[in-house]
C-alpha cells in the first residue's frame, strides 16, 4: 500500500497492527540508531507507551543481544549507538504485548540493512528465547490490515483458530503465515540482503 | 514581525505555533549548548513541558543524532555540550506533539549556526525517520500565526485539507507551505548559510 | 509434556507452578545473558512483577554471586554480560516469592549449559543461604503440573504435610521431593553435564 | 538597608522580590561552589523550591554555561565545582518563574567576585537566550521593596505598564530601571570589578 | 533450637525478635557478599522492609563502615562486594528500627566468618555510634524467643524495667543481657574465632 | 547531663532542641564518616527525615564543603569518605529548617576531631552563607533543655525577643548566646582542639 511502502521504504521500520477501542489500526514501529560521534548509549522508548510494551521493547533487544549474533547482526552496534524505538502518533497512549514481533522486526532490521516488504504487516508476542506467543483481536487485526491493503500477515500459531472468526472475503485476499518463533518472521518480513556479487558486476 | 524577528534574531530559536483555551498562540522553542569547559553533558528540558512534549524532544534529538551528519550538522557538539530546550513561558503548562518540527529546527539552527527566518512559523508531528504526521487545531494555529504578524507557514502535508476552515481573506496573506519530510522544513525556515567566498572577498 | 519440552529445550528456561484466581497453572521463567559486544551489563526484570517477586529474582541472583561458584558455575558471566529475567505472559501480573527456586534454576541452567528436564516443575520461596522456605497452594499447584503431564514436582519440604489435600490419584502419577535447600533443586532438576570424553571419541 | 546590606555583603547573594499571600516580600537567593576537594559536582537546589522555580535555575545555569564566557565569566568553575543555590526561610515553599534574573545575578556575581548592589532589588522571569520575560505583582513588589528600604528596582520591560498603579509616594522614591536583556541586570545590579592597578598601587 | 541451629549454621545470619500483629515472632536475618567476579558493588535490600528498617539496615553498614576495622574486620570487602541483606518471609512486609542490633550483628558475622551463637536472639535499635536504644515490645518478644528455645536474649539497657512484664517462669529459663552499645552484642552473640594455632598442630 | 555527656563523649555528636506534639525536647544529632577502603562515597541521610530537614542538611554540607577550609577543616574528606547523618529515634518523623545549626556542628566536630561540649545545645536555622536564621518554638526548647540538665543554649540573634516568654527561673539557670553567623556556634559548642605539643611532652 502507498502508506506502509512510504513508511518502510528505508530500514528501521516494521508494521504492526493494533486493536483500539474503534476496531483494529496499523501502527509502524520506527527504530534508529544513533551516530557514534554523537554522545551517550542506552535504549530510548517514545510513544506513549505503557508499561508491558515498555517490556516487549526490552524483551526484543535483549533477544537480539543473546541471539542476534546467530542470525549474522552486527550486534555490537548496539552498544556503541544509542537506540531508540518509537511509535508514532507521539499523543496516542499504547500498550500491551503484541508489538514484540514487531519491535524485534524492525530492529533486525536497521541493523541487517533489510527493509521490511511493504506488504508485510505482523503481529505477535515474543519471549526472550524468540517464541511468538498468542494474542488478541486476530479478527480486528486482519480486518484493519485488509484495509489499508497489507496482503501478508504474521500471526502467532497458536491464534491459528482465531482465523475462523475472519470473513472468508477477507482472507481469500491475505496470505497469513502463522509463526512459532521470531526466526520466522524476520526470514519472512525481511527483503533479502543484496546479493554481494552485484557490487562486482560489470 | 517585531517580537519573532527579536526573538529569532540569533541561532537556535525557532517560532511554534500551539492551542490553548483560547485558540492558537505562538511560541518560540529556544535550544543551547553549554560550552564545553562548563561541565557535564546531557539534556535539560524546561518550561512545563508534557510527557508527549518530552518525548517530541527526544525524538527531535534522535534525528539530528542518526541523520543530522547527513544533512552536514556538526552533531558530536552534541555529545561534548549539554543540550538543552526551552520553552518560554515558564510557569505556562505545555503538551502535545505538535512542536516536533520547531524543537527539530531550533536545534539545526543551533548547531548550523543558520538563524530562522523571522517571518516563519511552523507545526508538526515529527517521526523518527523525519517524518511531518498530522496535528489539531490548523485553523487557530494560522488565526495567531497571522495575527503576530508571520507570513510563512509551514504545516503538514496531511493537515492540507484543514486549510478550507481557515477564512480566505487570512490565507490571502499568508504563504503556507504543506510538508510532508522535516528536511523540506530545514529547507524553508533556516537562513542561507553565509556563502563561505564572502569570507576572503577584498 | 509437550509444552514444557519445547520451552525448557534448551539451557535457561525451568518450569514453575503458580496460584491464580482460577485454580494452578505452570509458567515458564526464562533467563538469558547478553553477548559481551551489545553493551551496558545490569539486571532486566520483565513479565509485569510485583516487588515481591522482583525480590526473589535479586535473591536468586545473589545467591548464585555468593554461592555459585562453590557450585561449579561461570559466575563472572554475571559481571560481563547482561542478565535478563522474564516470565510469559508479558501482560499477566505476577507476584509472591514462590518461584524463587525456579528463577535461580532457570539462571543456574543457562550458566551451566544444562537444561532443565522437561518432566520437572518446582515451587518454593529461597533465602539468601539457599534454604527453601515454605509457600502457598500446593495443592493446586500439583493439579495444574498433572494436568500438563509434568511428572517430577520439587516443593519444600516444611510444606510436606500439604500432600494431604492432594487426590490420591494425582500423587500416584506423580513423584514428588520436598527439598530444603537449593541444591537438591538443581541436582534434581538440571539434565547433568554431557561427558567431557564423548567429544574426544573416534 | 541594613539587612539586605549584610545579606549582600559577599559575593553570592541577590536580592528578589517575591508575592506571598500576605502581599510582597523581599527573598534572598544564595549561591555557593563548593571547593574542589571536597567531592563530586553537580547542581544542589534547596529552599522548598516549586518545579517551576527549579526549572528557572536551570535556565539560569545554562544561560551563563553558553554565554558566561563572552561575559568574561570563569564558567569553568561550573564543572569543577559543586553548584548550590538556596533560598532561605527553608521551610516556606516558593515557586514562579520571577526569580529568573535574581538567580542568574546570584550566581554572576558569584563568579564574577562582584557583590551585589545593597540597594538593588530584581524580578524577571529569563529565558534561555537571556531575555527578561513579564511577571506578575509588580505594585505588591515594589511595595514590598520600599518597605525593605531598597532603592533601585530591575524589572522586566514589559511590565512598564504595571507602574501605573503603584502609589506616585512610593514611585518617588525609588529608581526603577525596566530591562530587556540579563546583560542589563548584571550592569546595573553588580558592584564594578575593583581596578587590578590597584593591587600594583605603591 | 533445631531451626535456628540449622539458619545460623554458617556465619551471615543472626536471629532476631520481632512484634507482629499476633504478638512476638522470631525472625532471621541474612546478609551475603557476592564473589568479587560477578560484578558491581553496591547493597541489596530485600524482605519487603519498610522505610523505617531500610534505614536501620543503611546504619548497621555506615556503623561498620566507620567503626568495624577497629573491630578487626575485614571491611574492605563491604567496598569490593556487593552486599545484601535479606529478612524471610519474602512476602511479609516488616518494618521498625528494632532489628538494628540483628542487622549489624549478621553483617558482622559474615565479615568476621565467626557464626552467631545459636541459642542467642536479640532486638534492638542501632545508633549510628553504636549505641542500644529502647524498642517496643519486650514482653511479646521474650515469649517468642522462649517459645522457640532461645536461651540467651539481649535486649537494649533502657528497656531493663520491661522486664517485670515478663511471667517469672520465663525468665527463669532465660539468660537476658541488657546492653548498651552495639560492640557487647557482638562479643555476646559471635562464637569466638577458632583458635588460629589449631592449624598448625600436628 | 548523663545523657548528652555519654552522647557527645566523642567527636560527630551534636545536641539539638525540637519542638514535638507534646512540647520540647532533646534530640542528638550524629555524623560518621566511612572509612576509605569501605567503599562508594556520598551522603546518607536516616532518622526518617523531611524535605526540609533533608534540605538542611545539604546546605551544612555546602556550608562546610565551601567554607570550611577557611576554617581550618580537612574538607578534603568529605570527598573521600561517605558521609552518614543521622538523626535517633529511628522511627520518629522528623522534620523542619532548625536543626540546621546542629548538623553544622556535628559535622564539624566529626571533621575537626573536637567534641561538641556536653552542657551546650542548640537550634537554629543555618542558610548557605552561615547566617543563623530565626526559627519557633523557643520557649518549650529552652524549657526541654532545662529539663535535660543542659547549661548553654545557642540561639538565633533574632529569636531574642522570645526570651522573654520563659520564666526567668528557668533563664536564670541557663546561659543563652544569641548568635547570628554559625562560625559563632562552632566556636562556642567545639571543645578546644587539643594542645599539640602535649603529644611532645616528655
Ligand atoms: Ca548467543
Ligand atoms: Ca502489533
Ligand atoms: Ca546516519
Ligand atoms: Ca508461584
Ligand atoms: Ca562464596
Ligand atoms: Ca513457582
Ligand atoms: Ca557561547
Ligand atoms: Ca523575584
Ligand atoms: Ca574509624
Ligand atoms: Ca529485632
Ligand atoms: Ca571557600
Ligand atoms: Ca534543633
Redesign the interface.
Same mark, same amino acid.
Given at each position: 500500500t502507498p502508506e506502509s511502502a512510504e513508511?518502510t521504504a =528505508?530500514p528501521?521500520?516494521a508494521t504492526g497492527l493494533a486493536v483500539t477501542g474503534a476496531g483494529g489500526d496499523v501502527l509502524?514501529i520506527?527504530?534508529?540508531?544513533? #551516530?557514534k560521534?554523537?554522545? &551517550?548509549?542506552?535504549v530510548?522508548l517514545?510513544?506513549?507507551l505503557g #508499561?508491558?510494551m515498555k517490556? $516487549?521493547a526490552?524483551?526484543a533487544l $535483549?533477544?537480539?543481544? $543473546?541471539h542476534?549474533?546467530e542470525l549474522g547482526l552486527p550486534?555490537?552496534d =548496539?552498544?556503541?549507538r544509542?537506540t531508540?524505538i518509537?511509535v &508514532?502518533?507521539?499523543?496516542v497512549p499504547k500498550d500491551? &504485548?503484541s508489538a514484540?514481533v514487531t519491535m524485534t522486526t524492525a530492529l533486525a532490521s536497521l541493523l541487517s540493512g533489510r527493509p521490511v516488504r511493504s506488504e508485510v504487516a505482523m503481529t505477535g508476542?515474543v $519471549? =526472550?528465547?524468540g517464541?511468538v =506467543?498468542p494474542i488478541g483481536g486476530v479478527k480486528q487485526k486482519l480486518l484493519a490490515a485488509h484495509r489499508a491493503g497489507l496482503t501478508t500477515i504474521l500471526i502467532p500459531k497458536r491464534n491459528g483458530p482465531d482465523l475462523e472468526d475472519v470473513p472468508a472475503s477477507v482472507l481469500a485476499e491475505l496470505t497469513v503465515h502463522p509463526v512459532s518463533d521470531v526466526r520466522e518472521v524476520l526470514d519472512l518480513a525481511l527483503v533479502p540482503a543484496q546479493v554481494e556479487t552485484r557490487q562486482y558486476a560489470a
Open positions: 513508511r =528505508l528501521g521500520v509502524f520506527e527504530a534508529s540508531l544513533a #551516530d560521534e554523537t554522545g &551517550p548509549t542506552g530510548t517514545t510513544g506513549q #508499561d508491558v517490556e $516487549s526490552q524483551i $535483549s533477544y537480539l543481544r $543473546s542476534g549474533a550486534v555490537g =548496539l552498544a556503541e544509542n531508540h518509537h &508514532p502518533a507521539g499523543a500491551g &504485548p514484540g508476542e $519471549s =526472550l528465547t517464541r =506467543l
